[in-house]
């Protein structure tokens, strides 16, 4: 049924849940697995143009090159960890590490690599703080480009 499934992973216990499903299904399928973590280039800044603790000169005195690095090792660490729980479990995996808004970057990514199907874990927010923090998943299940499985927390 499927041939080719993303599963996007940020070392949360959401997305390692999503990717044993994502896993467990591509071995089920036959499938290949294409694992992807994104540095999200709006998460540090974003905090601190709200925070009113953050004064206009610490903003400049940091270093976002040498943080988005930093970023991007850890990130690698992830897709590594998820490549090594696919390869235990005899699924071909690989994997890559974006920088960019998380939905535009995950889907950019299934696309590129020929995905038929996305999996992701949920952070489960309701209410207010899904209105004001927005959702990853939902952004991806409403561009309706790909079947999209969410695996819950």
Request: charged share 25%; hydrophobic share 40%.
């Amino acid at each position: 049924m499927f041939k080719k499934i993303l599963v996007a992973a940020d070392g949360s216990s959401r997305a390692e849940k999503a990717s044993s499903y994502a896993i467990g299904l591509a071995k089920s399928c036959g499938a290949e697995l294409n694992v992807v973590s994104v540095v999200d280039i709006g998460s540090p800044r974003s905090a601190m143009e709200i925070d009113p603790d953050f004064t206009e000169e610490l903003k400049d005195s940091i270093d976002v090159g040498k943080l988005e690095d930093e970023r991007k090792k850890i990130e690698n660490q992830i897709v590594d960890h998820v490549n090594k729980m696919a390869s235990t479990e005899g699924v071909s995996a690989s994997g890559s590490v974006r920088v960019g808004h998380p939905s535009e970057e995950i889907l950019k990514q299934a696309q590129e690599a020929g995905c038929d199907l996305i999996v992701m874990g949920s952070h489960g927010r309701r209410g207010l703080s899904a209105a004001v923090m927005g959702s990853v998943s939902t952004n991806v299940i409403h561009a309706g480009a790909f079947p999209v499985l969410v695996v819950p927390e």
